[in-house]
């Protein structure tokens, strides 16, 4: 697609639900990442995919956070019983390679945890 | 490990005055460094981006950065603020993945 997509762009649930957020990347960038940003923070690192792998996911808070990727494309940030404190903006960027070059950014996917 | 510090968490400065945000780094080699601005309700979008070669380095809206090695900073500079320039600026540094500062919010008077 023409940008990053993130869905969906406002999501609220129950504490302890689970809910999952997607990212579609900008076609054949082979790097994803994922950020947490909470209101009026910094962005938070969360993990980040090159192809299919995960070579750092040292940003994810705790096990009820989980990331996958399929296909070079596609990937699901999966955040399992919910709590208040997971209330934030998800954010999504993918580049070109590992290297690094210019990363876009996603709209974001606000969540709220009631 | 890599990391980015933006001292001031706040700037005020006055339509058409100059401004200079700082931003410092931490990384062992040669870092990757970027710019990225987030207007109220928008997207991150990118100012401007060093890798390497001349160190100061132009991008959109006007403004500039100068990488200094010695002093591992990479601070964003620009000659007359606009007030349309109000927004968080976040400097971020990548060796594999890109790491964020906290971010500089700028309040722009009229």
């Known amino acids: 697609g023409a940008g990053v997509s993130q869905s969906p762009s406002n999501k609220v649930t129950e504490k302890g639900k689970d809910v999952e957020l997607r990212c579609d990347p900008i076609?054949?960038?082979?790097?994803l990442y994922w950020y947490r940003q909470r209101l009026g923070q910094g962005l938070e690192f969360l993990i980040y995919?090159?192809?299919?792998?995960?070579?750092?996911k040292s940003g994810l808070p705790s096990d009820r956070f989980s990331a996958e990727r399929t296909g070079e494309s596609v990937s699901t940030l999966t955040i399992q019983r919910t709590q208040q404190e997971d209330s934030a903006v998800y954010l999504c960027?993918?580049?070109?390679?590992?290297?690094?070059?210019?990363?876009?950014f996603g709209q974001g996917t606000r969540l709220t945890v009631v | 490990a890599q990391s980015v510090t933006q001292p001031d968490i706040h700037i005020t400065v006055s339509e058409g005055a100059s401004l200079e945000l700082r931003c410092n780094y931490s990384?062992?080699?040669?870092?990757?460094l970027f710019w990225y601005v987030q207007s109220p309700g928008q997207g991150l979008q990118l100012l401007l981006k060093?890798?390497?070669?001349?160190?100061l380095v132009q991008g959109i809206k006007g403004f500039e950065a100068e990488f200094k090695r010695s002093q591992s900073s990479f601070n964003l500079r620009k000659p007359s603020v606009h007030w349309s320039d109000a927004a968080e600026y976040f400097c971020?540094?990548?060796?594999?993945?890109?790491?964020f500062g906290t971010g500089t919010q700028l309040k722009v008077e009229l």
């Open positions: 971020a540094v990548a060796g594999g993945k890109l790491t």
């Open positions: 960027a993918s580049s070109l390679d590992r290297a690094v070059t210019e990363a876009f």
């Open positions: 990384y062992g080699a040669t870092p990757y």
């Open positions: 995919f090159q192809g299919n792998s995960a070579p750092d």
């Open positions: 060093y890798f390497s070669g001349d160190t």
């Open positions: 076609s054949g960038h082979t790097a």
